[in-house]
């Protein structure tokens, strides 16, 4: 959790100096689009090993309304889950009071990292394996 609160403060430290009293919004949807692009790619990962493997007889196939419902589904558990540990009862003063203001950078590097992490396994798909 320790690194879960350290992101939180990071990214709350950078957009109270930038956006002042309308960080709130913007910093939970910063931070949990990632965290949707996280659980998704882990999904597809999952999803991709199990197909490999020869004594498991997997087939997935979603259609497109299913997905984004379950994708909504999803993000809204996660926007949940943030609130009750970030922003309820004003617990967002405390993490910030613990962990020290990095200037956003381990904010931005979750977040490129997060859609790095989704997007280089379909481009090199695409380039090597032409899936």
């Known amino acids: 959790m320790k690194w879960y609160y350290m992101l939180w403060a990071d ?12 960080w709130k919004y913007r ?3 910063f931070i949990a689009m990632p965290q949707l692009v996280n659980l998704f790619t882990v ?8 197909e490999k493997m020869p004594f498991i007889e997997y087939h997935y ?3 497109h309304d299913c997905g984004l419902i379950i994708l909504f589904t999803i993000y809204l558990v996660i926007l949940v889950l943030n609130y009750f540990l ?7 003063e405390l993490i910030l009071k613990k962990f020290p203001n990095k200037n956003g950078s381990i904010a ?9 992490l989704f997007l280089i396994p379909i481009i090199i798909g695409g380039l090597f394996f032409g899936l």
């Open 86 to 92: 970030i922003l309820r009862k004003k617990r967002f």
């Open 61 to 63: 196939s979603i259609n």
């Open 27 to 29: 910093v939970f949807m």
């Open 43 to 50: 999904f597809l990962w999952i999803s991709a090993a199990l």
């Open 108 to 116: 931005e590097i979750y977040y490129f990292v997060s859609f790095g």
């Open 11 to 22: 990214a709350i430290h950078n957009a109270m100096d930038v956006h002042g009293r309308d």
